[in-house]
């Protein structure tokens, strides 16, 4: 079977597995919707964020990045429940590889998290009043936030055995992660360590790509943007394959070298 059969049909058995869980979609649409019309609509009293933004304008690029990251990040559960079950190990052990089996599962988990968004994205128009030019290249941000936060899960899942592991990793992982990545409030004013940490958190470049494609303010270049996802993007897929393989097929050689 050649690399791309092989990606196809895993992309099409993990969105098989997906639409097939209707409440699960429906609870990650409805988390970023439940921000957006009560709790942002609510801080829209007693929130400053300065720019001539009120609260709910300023949240709504966080909104969109809460969907994507939870749609990607959390379909990387269907790599936990295939190593519980034994499938993986038989995905693993064919010709195509570990790097290929997760390029197929990372296809499918960006595809998830970026439908959502794109649902999100559907209330722009009315949220910051986006016109066509700003709705594409939004979508062109949610594809590569997708696809870091696909990988951020997949790299979670990569050595987890069990699904209430996988489950309580990723929430303490991916809380902090949007939280300090300037989506719900200004990260200016953190202390040292955390603004460090914002910095450097791939979320707060996702973030700002959809700020500046909404010409909201921003700290960071475009090209500064755009290199930190790919960074992030390219360490998680590699550290990633390398957790995947049982057989420790591509570090096995070396430590064996180095043992000799």
């Not at 999100?120 to 290249?137: E, I, K, N, S, T």
């Not at 719900?184 to 953190?190: G, N």
Request: charged letters at 10%.
């Amino acid at each position: 079977m050649s690399t791309l059969a092989t990606i196809h049909g895993i992309v099409a058995r993990d969105l098989r597995r997906a639409t097939r869980q209707p409440s699960r979609l429906l609870g990650g649409i409805a988390r970023p919707f439940v921000w957006l019309l009560l709790v942002a609509a609510g801080f829209n009293r007693i929130a400053t964020v300065g720019a001539d933004l009120t609260y709910q304008q300023f949240a709504y690029p966080g909104v969109l990045v809460m969907a994507v990251l939870f749609g990607g990040a959390l379909t990387a559960i269907s790599t936990v429940y295939d190593r519980e079950f034994g499938m993986l190990r038989l995905m693993l052990a064919s010709p195509a590889g570990p790097a290929v089996v997760l390029a197929g599962r990372t296809i499918a988990a960006t595809a998830v998290g970026l439908l959502q968004g794109v649902i999100v994205l559907g209330a722009a128009p009315f949220v910051v009043h986006a016109g066509p030019g700003q709705l594409a290249r939004a979508l062109l941000a949610l594809a590569a936030g997708a696809l870091v936060s696909a990988l951020l899960g997949l790299l979670v899942a990569a050595r987890l055995r069990s699904v209430e592991n996988f489950a309580g990793v990723i929430n303490v992982l991916l809380f902090p992660l949007l939280f300090i990545s300037g989506a719900l409030y200004p990260t200016a004013h953190l202390p040292g360590p955390l603004g460090f940490v914002a910095r450097v958190n791939p979320l707060t470049h996702f973030v700002e790509l959809l700020r500046r494609t909404f010409g909201q303010p921003v700290e960071f270049s475009l090209a500064t943007n755009v290199a930190a996802l790919a960074a992030w993007a390219a360490a998680a897929f590699l550290l990633a394959a390398l957790l995947f393989d049982p057989e420790q097929r591509f570090i096995g050689p070396a430590r064996r070298g180095a043992r000799g």
